[in-house]
């Protein structure tokens, strides 16, 4: 069972930036971030495997940069421009098939992070 432990989260102001982090307990193909916000369906924001695919939703290419370093097990979201909108519960994923990050049926998942962004 691989375990994820996330940090970074906090209050910041619109138009500021946060730099999320998450560590695997082992190594692992692809690792991601999704995001849960109340009243909708948690949604995949970023994912990044081990030789450099990357993949990101619209609402935050741009705006978010994922990175890993593999020595580490670590995965990073830098989040720049931050809006309200961006608030919620960011989760650190990861699974052995990036198609599992990007679209669904992820294995592994951390605690969560609290983002909020307001003024």
């Known amino acids: 069972q691989v375990q994820l432990v996330e940090s970074g989260g906090g209050l910041v102001q619109p138009g500021g930036s946060l730099r999320l982090s998450c560590v695997a307990s082992e190594s692992i193909n692809t690792m991601g971030w999704y995001r849960q916000v109340p009243g909708k369906q948690r949604e995949v924001l970023a994912a990044?495997?081990?030789?450099?695919?990357?993949y990101y939703v619209d609402s935050v290419k741009g705006r978010f940069t994922i990175s890993r370093d593999n020595a580490k097990n670590m995965v990073h979201l830098q989040m720049s421009r931050l809006k309200p909108e961006d608030t919620g519960v960011y989760f650190c994923t990861a699974d052995n098939n990036y198609g599992s990050v990007v679209g669904g049926g992820v294995d592994y998942w951390g605690q969560g992070t609290q983002v909020t962004v307001s003024s």
């Open positions: 990044i495997s081990r030789d450099g695919r990357t």
